[in-house]
């Protein structure tokens, strides 16, 4: 709803409220008051008593922010992992986390194909000196950050399998990672202003993803449906 | 020679304020209703932060209680408002009682309402966090803003009731002036929008806007905000009463 039609919400909505309460206030005797004694007591009653069980809480239940040092390793990953994969030493990064796969090549050509139609992961290729028809595949991920909170445990990973000469990359189908933030009461914010106890709190996703493939020399890649980015050699060399 | 008849002002506002309470208790299962509602609301976030990246949303949804306590400024209004109509005043006939009287009942009446839905406006967002708590087991919420300290409850109670005094000696003071006269009822809603449409296009009269604004919405200290909320609501509720009384006057 556009901006301009506010005012008049707002002034449909002081309108409402005004007809609510008198017409809200004479259905009491409609409703019957006993019943209706009844219902406030157990609103207001609610109300009193939330922030006490609010307090009973097991805090250990929530998500709670990582510390400074994980954040800033998490992030050093997630942003070293593609520049330094793309020197063919992917594993050396900081902080990052591997799922690896071996597959025997019988032949001398490969495709390789996503399970999904619009591919997203990034594809690394790396040409091996040998030609012994192992293909070696590493899925290298970094924790996965969202607002300051770990959520690694629940990004699901890929899996990686081989068919004839058709490695196929099975990515999760799409799926959502939600957090709930509370936000300080704005009323109080207003006299107590920000807490310095409190750190603030970072709207930023840290988390990087790819897979690097190791093929033999002889091995020809067939047209696939991800880009795949071929390691240089004479980075591999200089490795 | 003093009369037998003569009640005391005191007395007589006592007394009218405490048959208001009584008898415009429905006035309550409005404000219990009005914060139902915003709880309801509230439930799908007051903002939010998005990414996709490959097949993952990743989300961040911000929750807050302000939906419930600007439908309580809302309902505060409204109900002021209502106090001045004439099926509300009526129920003064019951009391041998004046003008001044009935406005000082409501003005004590309004004091008590404010006091209610602020408490019932702070303690809405504690409840709207066990919402979420014990719907998701805790799983996903973030800890930080999750508990609600004693100094965060009272403050926020505290900042609210007064916001909502301002609010509510506002709306009583548009119902006195359409009580006065009906003119009112077209003078008062175009201005609001008028001033509503110069400020989006005067950037002068925008700035005399926010600073008004401001002078309450900027101020940190607690002692500060209270004497000029309580002055500013002194001087409406003065200048309603006054408007009250030439009202009576006339008729």
């Known amino acids: 709803m556009s901006i301009t039609f506010a005012p008049l919400f707002l002034l449909i909505l002081i309108i409402a409220l005004i007809c609510l309460a008198v017409y809200g206030a004479k259905l009491v005797i409609y409703i019957g008051r006993i019943k209706l004694g009844w219902l406030l007591t157990g609103y207001f009653a609610l109300l009193i008593c939330s922030p006490v069980v609010l307090w009973l809480l097991p805090p250990e239940r929530l998500s709670h922010p990582v510390d400074a040092t994980s954040l800033r390793k998490a992030e050093a990953a997630a942003q070293n992992l593609f520049p330094v994969a793309l020197t063919g030493r992917p594993q050396s990064v900081n902080g990052v986390r591997t799922l690896e796969w071996q597959f025997r090549l019988d032949g001398e050509s490969l495709k390789v194909e996503s399970s999904r139609p619009n591919p997203f992961l990034n594809v690394m290729v790396e040409k091996t000196e040998e030609n012994d028809?192992?293909?070696?595949?590493?899925?290298?991920?970094?924790?996965?950050?969202?607002?300051?909170?770990?959520?690694?445990?629940?990004?699901?990973?890929?899996?990686?399998?081989?068919?004839?000469?058709?490695?196929?990359?099975?990515?999760?189908?799409?799926?959502?990672?939600?957090?709930?933030?509370?936000?300080?009461?704005?009323?109080?914010?207003?006299?107590?202003?920000?807490?310095?106890?409190?750190?603030?709190?970072v709207f930023d996703l840290i988390w990087e993803q790819l897979l690097y493939l190791r093929i033999p020399q002889g091995v020809q890649l067939q047209k696939s449906d991800y880009y795949l980015l071929s390691v240089p050699l004479e980075k591999e060399d200089a490795r | 020679m003093m009369s037998l008849t003569k009640i005391r002002l005191f007395y007589v506002t006592k007394k009218q304020y405490k048959y208001k309470l009584m008898a415009y208790s429905g006035l309550f299962w409005t404000l219990a209703a009005v914060q139902t509602i915003a709880i309801l609301l509230s439930l799908g976030g007051t903002g939010g932060w998005n990414m996709g990246r490959g097949t993952i949303l990743f989300s961040i949804k911000t929750l807050s209680n302000e939906i419930i306590v600007l439908l309580t400024f809302l309902w505060a209004f409204a109900v002021s408002v209502i106090l001045t109509t004439k099926s509300y005043r009526d129920g003064d006939a019951v009391f041998v009682s004046n003008r001044l009287s009935s406005n000082l009942a409501n003005g004590a009446f309004l004091i008590t309402y404010c006091l209610i839905g602020g408490l019932s406006a702070v303690l809405g967002g504690a409840v709207l966090r066990l919402i979420f708590f014990f719907s998701t087991g805790g799983l996903g919420i973030v800890s930080q803003?999750?508990?609600?300290?004693?100094?965060?409850?009272?403050?926020?109670?505290?900042?609210?009731?007064?916001?909502?005094?301002?609010?509510?000696?506002?709306?009583?003071?548009?119902?006195?002036?359409?009580?006065?006269?009906?003119?009112?009822?077209?003078?008062?809603?175009?201005?609001?929008?008028?001033?509503?449409?110069?400020?989006?296009?005067d950037a002068g009269i925008r700035e005399m806007l926010l600073q008004a604004i401001n002078f309450l919405v900027h101020e940190s200290s607690f002692i500060m905000l209270t004497l000029k909320a309580i002055l500013i609501t002194a001087v409406v509720f003065g200048i309603a009463l006054l408007i009250s009384n030439r009202t009576e006057v006339r008729k």
Do not use: W
């Open chain 2, 145 to 201: 803003n999750f508990f609600l300290s004693p100094t965060e409850l009272a403050a926020g109670f505290a900042v609210t009731t007064l916001y909502l005094l301002l609010i509510s000696t506002a709306g009583y003071l548009c119902g006195i002036l359409v009580q006065c006269s009906k003119v009112f009822v077209v003078i008062l809603p175009s201005l609001f929008f008028g001033v509503l449409i110069l400020a989006g296009r």
């Open chain 1, 133 to 201: 028809g192992i293909i070696e595949a590493t899925y290298f991920f970094t924790g996965a950050i969202l607002g300051m909170i770990d959520v690694s445990a629940q990004v699901r990973k890929v899996e990686v399998t081989l068919t004839e000469n058709t490695l196929i990359i099975t990515e999760p189908e799409h799926y959502k990672i939600e957090l709930i933030k509370f936000s300080q009461d704005f009323m109080a914010a207003q006299i107590l202003g920000e807490d310095a106890v409190r750190r603030p709190f």
